[in-house]
């Protein structure tokens, strides 16, 4: 449920694309059913600031999940980190050899954007600044974020050898929110921070603001401009959001908020089919079985302008027959959606059983069968 202050705050926003003024990159895509709603200069280089620290929790979420990190263990901010970083920009305040968890950490680089924080995560971590770095070009590189590269954990300037594009910060927000989402709802979405003593305040424009929006990260030098990786929930639709370069913060927020409810307002959501729902078959050669179903692991939908009614085409695609043996869940096929003949988004569907390669008897049963009407 909407809190009285977030809905008071929804009536004073007009949803609106945000101009090239305020925003001169600009891209929305919702996760919900694939689409790109909005795209403006998404593959031009820009540097994040900021927005760098959502790589640096992603790897950290990684290592998480490979049991190389742990949110309960405890880093000591090593001396040459607290010199470099103790007070410069966005901080969390860590004393001088502190003993903080990564949990501790965590929540500072995603609330308050602790640029102290990003560096003690990333040295306690990886026993270097360096070493982590190297890691997050690794994982980026891994989700498919072939145009940007990192220089730094926290994004501060470094003669930009620290670039992305909108393009793939959408893929780097994509993976994080699908991999991890339990981990993305404890750390993202804080409206304060408090540590050491000391309460602050998330800058983040739309939570709290936008219903359903729940961070993601702001960004900003005076090299960068203003920028917004952000995203939102609502009515079972998931929307992800970048605005770049704005020239002041306050054209930065206003496009960031309209933006977000555009997404939300200007099209209507169909669900096609349900989670684990039949979609279609696949032949299967040398299997225990000839054919598999193919199902999407979570619902489909497509997004089409609201209050039209547009034809909407759907077309499986997969290099087949499918050799066994074959997973349960795996991977084997697309689905691909267009609106009016144009193809707007691609769904991965997968197995519904694992199929084992086929017996002797097997082989010459479905050898049989292929011969049945």
């Known amino acids: 449920m909407c809190s009285p202050a977030a809905n008071a705050a929804r009536t004073t926003i007009t949803p609106a694309i945000p101009s090239a003024q305020d925003a001169p990159i600009a891209l929305l895509i919702d996760l919900s059913s694939g689409q790109t709603l909005f795209a ?10 900021s927005m760098t620290k959502v790589m640096t929790v992603f790897t950290a979420f990684e290592w998480m999940h490979r049991g190389k990190l742990f949110p309960q263990q405890v880093i000591t901010v090593a001396p040459d980190v607290f010199d470099k970083w ?6 969390m305040f ?44 690794r994982e980026a590189r891994s989700i498919g974020m072939t145009n940007s590269h990192y220089g730094t954990p926290n994004g501060w300037m470094d003669q930009g050898g620290t670039f992305v594009t909108a393009r793939d910060l959408a893929t780097l927000a994509t993976a994080m929110i699908e991999r991890y989402p339990d981990l993305y709802r404890r750390y993202f979405g804080a409206r304060t921070l408090t540590y050491n003593g000391i309460t602050q305040r998330n800058h983040d424009p739309i939570t709290g603001v936008v219903p359903g929006a729940d961070g993601i990260k702001t960004g900003f030098t005076n090299q960068a401009g203003y920028g917004f990786l952000g995203s939102a929930q609502r009515n079972g639709r998931r929307l992800v ?3 770049a370069t704005s020239p002041t913060g306050r054209q930065r927020n206003k496009a960031a908020q309209e933006f977000m409810e555009w997404g939300f307002d200007a099209f209507d959501s169909r669900l096609l089919f349900g989670a684990n729902t039949q979609i279609a078959k696949a032949k299967v050669q040398n299997g225990g079985l000839s054919r598999v179903k193919l199902v999407s692991p979570r619902p489909i939908r497509v997004d089409v302008p609201k209050g039209t009614h547009p034809e909407v085409g759907l077309k499986v695609r997969y290099f087949g027959p499918l050799r066994a043996p074959i997973a349960r869940g795996e991977h084997v096929a697309d689905l691909i959606v267009s609106v009016d003949g144009k193809e707007v988004g691609t769904r991965p569907l997968v197995s519904d059983r694992a199929i084992g390669t086929a017996t002797i008897v097997q082989r010459i049963f479905n050898g049989f069968a292929r011969w049945l009407p």
């Open 40 to 49: 403006r200069d998404i593959d031009r280089r820009f540097m994040p600031a």
């Open 86 to 91: 103790h007070g410069v920009g966005s901080t």
């Open 94 to 137: 860590l004393p001088k050899d502190a003993r903080v968890t990564v949990d501790q950490l965590l929540h500072g680089i995603t609330t308050v954007s602790a640029n102290d924080g990003a560096a003690a995560l990333a040295h306690g971590a990886a026993g270097s600044i360096a070493k982590w770095v190297a890691a997050m070009n």
């Open 241 to 243: 959001m970048v605005v």
